[in-house]
């Protein structure tokens, strides 16, 4: 039995994660999600299913919501990618950040930064989210811990926070 | 009763100590340990349900280059499981396989693209044999054995009989039988199976690192199964993303880690994937109930018979425990004053079931809160009468051996009734929408510990030193529920010092006592008590040593706000550090033990059997659901649900409105989506997109009153809070269906389907019904 060679060749990704440019060597067939947490090293970024399922791997692109194990890395070439550790701003927690602690908004913690990714894409766009908006920008985002309640509890304090 | 204690201010709560590593993404979960220079594992699986195996070759499998390690059946004869009565399973198959998907083989590569290609070179040849699918099937006649000790593939039979059952029978009023089925279900915990292991070589020492919520039991699995000393072998839990069950027992997974890691001589990540963190499963299994009640025109309860069947799948896992608790359980909420129960725990060619939230219990209360509804219906009874009339009251022992020490239920069902408006609403809804009741309960850990060793049920340690840190270890899996918080805050207000004062670290087999794991709700009670004994001794050391330096007698001596002073409104007082300098001098540094035991006469009956179930407190909870029900597509819609439940003592009321709301939510789930389907043995459910767990867009508001009973025994009082309100809802809402249109469901869950198939048969029996009045 022959194998053909892996897909291992790779091509230069230019990339602004988290504010910051980077250029990185990346196999044309390797995930955003592992270039991530691989190569960048930033795990705050979870895959929790097989693919599209379950929107732990939420990031941010140009401030819109992609799962990022369904995005090729390289599709992000000259994009702004944002991740749950771009959020927290010389050491102080974002306002999504601060409620979901606060109001345990987060149990396990495990869907909980795509949880915020998503939220923090849906206030950039809606300072003002009415709990039907909040459903809807969320609806890809599984969590099995909290029942949803404390989840929209955090983004509506989140929004009151923001001016 | 239920007053909170009079002198302390409405508490909030606080968030989870940990809350903000996992907010900011910087917590890190197994997969997200440095891996960088890890083999990579991966398992071959079972293609069959049923078979023996014929041939086995790995040779190819082991020739390619990247391959460090091949591991098979061979190299491991141990059996294991989490009960030591029933450890009927291997890590890798050997001789035969029960179900597809099994374990076979494992290989580590150095890369994931490697390990996959290996598989597929492995030759594997089975003689197939009959599978079973459903109990039913696994019990005929004629089916071959899955394990050749186990008669009609009925792993464990039991049969308790309490009271006279006849005679409760015949003082009945009215007596019914019902016959209710709900579907197999999974955790769906939100983060997949991962494991690292490390062998060294050098020194024969393995370090394991894994998803697990009972590190204990893992690291005895891995010392029997690797039959290695247990001083060799370190179990470390890292964050975990979400347990419910699916982490209580040890996986195969996490002893093939350790099987690869020492083939290879080094370190090996395993990391799920969805598919088969479904068919690794252990959770709630297919249940067949039969119930059947006696009940006087009051609604009193004369007599229960309950026949419970449970589709076990391949292997015992906690299957014996299960079986027992769902008997057990239909007591410890009502006065039952006869029961008679049979059950039957039946291997299927299908996933091993286990333990989830509500282990045991969800089924059977499922089935009874529907009859107490439908006879109380029968009857002309409201449904908060018919529960109330059969309320336990406090303290008590049941006819089965169980001790209840404190029960909240009667408030909880008040507070239900107001918050819903019951009163004001039932039987003026509009037509499609629905209110529905139901109670619940949950152990607050077994009294009696699987591994049975006099050791005592808890302990936890706690260390002072020169900075005036006080560190607390504890073995206690936090694994989102918050115990390590709860854990502070014992810690804290028993020696009134600030809650940042305490740091705790947990789950490392290396630096932690020894921990049962977290299953059955026991953390908060067992893990709290210890804590607080820890924290006592502690302060006994402290208020001496403050006592010397203010020259007073200890007992006068009080710390309040982190200040040691002579009695209240003294002038003479100590800070904190201050006082730890003191205690010091001579000895160094502090470290002190706190320990929890469960006595005897907590452990249930005598009977076969009866020490599960066994706890020293249960919570109570009682819930009211409000559902829509549109005709047309049979969808459910859930509007609203109002839920009270009675932990003893809301240690952390935050987080015990967490989990109350998550329990809830999870019932919910298994209510109206959740259900493993498998065809020929193959899930066709193993996606979190054909698992249908809810969605935000379909999840209702949860309302949540805690009910303070403050149990005798709980730490501060407190109880569990985690699983008892689980229960609640699958019947709660198939009742509200029933208000709503009138037809009451005997099969969880209920999808759209079943409603549309149930409207439109009760349309033709309308039709019919008419056709037939008009024939002359």
Not at chain 2, 551 to 572: H, R, Y
Not at chain 2, 613 to 625: E, H, I, L, P
Not at chain 2, 662 to 682: C, F, I, K, N, P
């Amino acid at each position: 039995m022959t194998y053909p060679e892996p897909a291992s060749r790779k091509r230069l990704l230019r990339v602004k994660l988290n504010g910051r440019w980077r250029e990185d060597a990346v196999a044309e067939n390797q995930l955003l999600v592992d270039y991530l947490r691989e190569v960048a090293g930033l795990t705050g970024t979870k895959t929790g299913c097989d693919g599209g399922e379950c929107g732990a791997c939420t990031v941010l692109a140009d401030s819109e919501p992609v799962p990022s194990c369904l995005t090729l890395a390289l599709r992000c070439e000259g994009r702004s990618i944002e991740t749950i550790e771009g959020l927290t701003m010389q050491g102080q927690l974002h306002p999504l950040q601060r409620t979901f602690h606060e109001k345990l908004g987060t149990q396990c913690g495990f869907c909980t930064p795509g949880m915020i990714m998503a939220a923090e894409a849906l206030l950039r766009r809606n300072s003002r989210p009415s709990e039907e908006d909040i459903k809807a920008a969320l609806s890809g985002n599984l969590c099995r811990c909290t029942g949803y309640v404390k989840i929209i509890e955090s983004v509506q304090a989140a929004a009151e926070m923001t001016p | 009763m239920t007053a909170i204690d009079g002198e302390r201010p409405k508490r909030r709560g606080v968030p989870l100590i940990d809350g903000i590593e996992k907010v900011t993404g910087r917590a890190r979960y197994t997969a997200d340990l440095d891996h960088a220079n890890a083999l990579v594992g991966r398992i071959f699986r079972s293609p069959v349900s049923h078979g023996e195996i014929r041939r086995l070759d790995v040779t190819k499998a082991r020739e390619l280059d990247g391959v460090i390690a091949v591991v098979t059946g061979a190299d491991c004869p141990h059996s294991y499981g989490v009960l030591p009565v029933a450890m009927n399973e291997y890590p890798l198959a050997r001789e035969r396989v029960r179900y597809r998907g099994e374990p076979v083989a494992a290989v580590a590569a150095i890369d994931a693209a490697t390990a996959q290609r290996a598989l597929d070179l492995i030759e594997f040849e089975v003689r197939e044999l009959p599978a079973y699918y459903s109990s039913a099937a696994a019990r005929a006649d004629d089916a071959v054995l899955l394990h050749s000790d186990k008669l009609g593939n009925v792993e464990r039979e039991v049969h308790h009989t309490f009271g006279d059952v006849a005679a409760g029978f015949g003082a009945a009023d009215l007596v019914r039988e019902f016959r209710i089925s709900c579907a197999e279900v999974n955790h769906a915990q939100i983060e997949p199976h991962a494991v690292l292991a490390a062998f060294d070589p050098a020194t024969q020492h393995l370090t394991v690192q894994s998803v697990t919520q009972v590190g204990y039991y893992l690291q005895l699995m891995l010392g029997r199964c690797l039959n290695m000393d247990l001083s060799r072998i370190r179990v470390i839990k890292p964050f975990v993303g979400g347990g419910f069950g699916a982490r209580v027992e040890v996986l195969n997974f996490e002893i093939i880690a350790a099987l690869l890691a020492r083939a290879a001589a080094g370190t090996v990540v395993m990391q799920l994937t969805r598919e088969e963190n479904f068919l690794t499963h252990r959770a709630r299994p297919q249940t067949d109930v039969m119930l059947k009640l006696g009940m006087r025109r009051n609604g009193q309860i004369t007599a229960c018979a309950c026949e419970v069947v449970q589709r076990g799948g391949a292997y015992a896992g906690y299957g014996i425990i299960t079986i027992l608790y769902a008997g057990a359980l239909l007591q410890g909420i009502y006065a039952v004053p006869a029961l008679k129960y049979d059950g039957y725990r039946i291997y299927a060619n299908l996933p091993p079931c286990g333990a989830m939230r509500g282990h045991g219990s969800v089924d059977v209360r499922h089935a009874f809160e529907c009859a107490l509804d439908r006879m109380a219906r029968e009857l002309g009874l409201d449904p908060f009468a018919v529960r109330r009339v059969n309320l336990l009251h406090a303290p008590t022992v049941t006819m089965n051996g169980l001790m209840v020490n404190s029960c909240g239920l009667s408030e909880c069902l008040d507070r239900v009734e107001q918050a819903s408006n019951w009163r004001a609403r039932i039987g003026r809804l509009p037509p499609g929408k629905g209110l529905g009741i139901a109670c619940s309960h949950y152990v607050s850990g077994a009294a009696k510990p699987i591994h049975w060793t006099g050791e005592p049920h808890a302990a936890v340690n706690l260390k002072v030193d020169f900075d005036g840190g006080i560190t607390a270890f504890t073995g206690a899996a936090d694994i989102g529920q918050g115990s390590s918080t709860m854990v502070a805050i014992a810690v804290s207000e028993t020696l009134g010092v600030s809650l940042d004062r305490v740091r705790v670290v947990a789950g490392d087999s290396a630096i932690t006592p020894k921990d049962n794991g977290a299953y059955s709700s026991r953390i908060t009670f067992m893990v709290g008590n210890a804590a607080i004994d820890a924290a006592r001794h502690l302060k006994a050391i402290l208020v001496e040593a403050a006592a010397r330096k203010l020259e007073a007698k200890p007992e006068d001596i009080e710390c309040v706000g982190e200040q040691f002073s002579v009695g209240s409104g003294s002038q003479a007082s100590l800070p904190f550090a201050d006082v730890v300098k003191a205690a010091l001098v001579g000895g160094g540094v502090i470290n002190v033990k706190g320990t929890f035991t469960c006595p005897p006469e907590a452990q249930g009956g005598k009977h076969r059997g009866g020490a599960v179930g066994s706890t020293m407190g249960f919570s109570y909870a009682a819930q009211v659901v409000e559902v829509t029900v549109d005709e047309a597509t049979g969808a459910i819609a859930v509007d609203r649900v109002w839920s009270a439940l009675d932990c003893g003592h809301a240690i952390n009321p935050l987080a015990v409105e967490g989990q109350i709301q998550g329990s809830v939510w999870m019932g919910m789930g298994q209510a109206l989506s959740e259900e493993t389907r498998y065809l020929d043995g193959l899930p066709a459910h193993a996606s979190l997109l054909e698992y249908r767990v809810p969605t935000i867009a379909e999840s209702p508001p949860i309302d949540v009153q805690i009910v303070e009973s403050h149990d005798p025994n709980g730490p501060f009082g407190a109880k569990e809070a985690s699983e008892g309100a689980l229960a609640g809802f699958p019947p709660a809402l198939v009742n509200a269906v029933a208000n709503a249109i009138g037809i009451d469901f005997d099969e969880l869950p209920v999808t759209p389907d079943r409603v549309v198939q149930a409207l439109v048969e009760r349309r033709r029996r309308v039709r019919v019904g008419a056709l037939q009045r008009q024939a002359p």
